[in-house]
């Protein structure tokens, strides 16, 4: 009898976890000794990442996607057909058209939505660039702004940690391009006591922002956002005057998982090293969709995804395990529209931002395209 | 009945211990207790400071072997 993997989700660790482990396995997939299944929520596979681009015009909205079912190895049963319940004590999935999947092995990849509707007035008054819809407004937004006040607004949790920080210098370059810099203020609202998570990202932002005339706002965590007065206010109980509100709105996990009483915000309790669900030895649980204290990004998605191929594989092939994941991140940072750094980092070394530099940006352009090599289990 | 939820982030660099707190605080009942776990020592003063700023309540701070606890109740 084969053994059934089945992968809920068609994002970057769904999509890498598939088809790496359709290669780890070729002999046995060609035997009918193991099955790879994936279902998803769309036959689209979107580069999230290219959504920063988006607003400054720097990337097309074709570029960001591809064929899902292109991306897969052909030897993946791909279904376009949304998990609705998850039931790990029978080991079954049932979906929105009402199908059963079993499994032996599962891994959730089901990621993290943006949830501007849980703060009033929010979804009236803020931009944001982490969907399509919404890069699509802040383009149009940018192209017509004339100067004022611009806020950008960071809420907790959220993933692609450094991207506020991204759009907030290439914001600042953007309005110097266009002539309008010297009538624009920009500030930056932040959840805790400095400007990000990290603190030698946040101790190289402060400089950064200093030099570039970049106010900032800590200890901010939104409360309301009033769209008629255009203002916008902490829990802190800071009221912030705003022209331009761009947000980072706060996540939540899939529907699905908290349907499915997984985890409390759609997050799944997971063990930090197995990347294991707790309590279960057969369900992986990977990317945005752990509640692992770790950057929810691509990056963090990417290299989780590579460990659960190798265990997965080792299971199905030699009935062992293979290796803990270290908690391993990489994170390219833009400085502006032409600079760039990055910062490396995992469960016991901090990351350690270096000096800007053109080459990195061009790398990180560079990863913009070669994404699809990854997303294929290639790179 | 109140309940309490531990966050271990101990080692967590990113987004850190205050972070993953707001975000816990997000999914609990008000009366409820979150447990932060942190290896940063910079926890023991801005997660109280952070508290007093919107009103939760900061139970204590307990050094245990290797790391802090922080308890946290939720009150509004």
Redesign the interface.
Known sequence: MAKQVLIIGGGVAGTIIANGLARQTRSELAAGAVTITMIGDTDKHMYQPGLLYVPFGKMRESELFRDQRKVLDKRIAFFVDPARKIDVEAKSVTTASGKTFTYDYLVIATGSRIRPDTIPGMSEGAHWFYDLDGARKLRDALNAFQGGKVIINVNAPHKCPVAPVEVTLMLREFFIARGVMDKTEITYTYPIGRLHGLEPVANWAVPEFQKHGIKSETFFNTKSVDPEARTITSEEGVTLPYDLLITIPPHSGAQVITDSQLGAGGWVPTNKQTLLREGSDNVFIVGDTTNIPISKAGSTAHFEADTVVDNLASLLKEQRWSRNYDGKVYCFIETGLTTGTYIMFNYTTPPNPGPPSAMVHWLKLGYNRMYWLSARGLL | MSEKVI???R??????????L??TL???AVGDEVDVWSTDK?SVT?IP??CK??KHECVGVVEQQGYWSVLVRKAK
């Not at chain 2, 080692?11 to 993953?20: K, N, V, Y």
């Open positions: 966050v271990d982030a080692g967590a660099f990113c987004p850190g211990p205050l972070m993953e707001i975000a997000k999914n609990v910079g801005d400071e952070w700023k919107v």
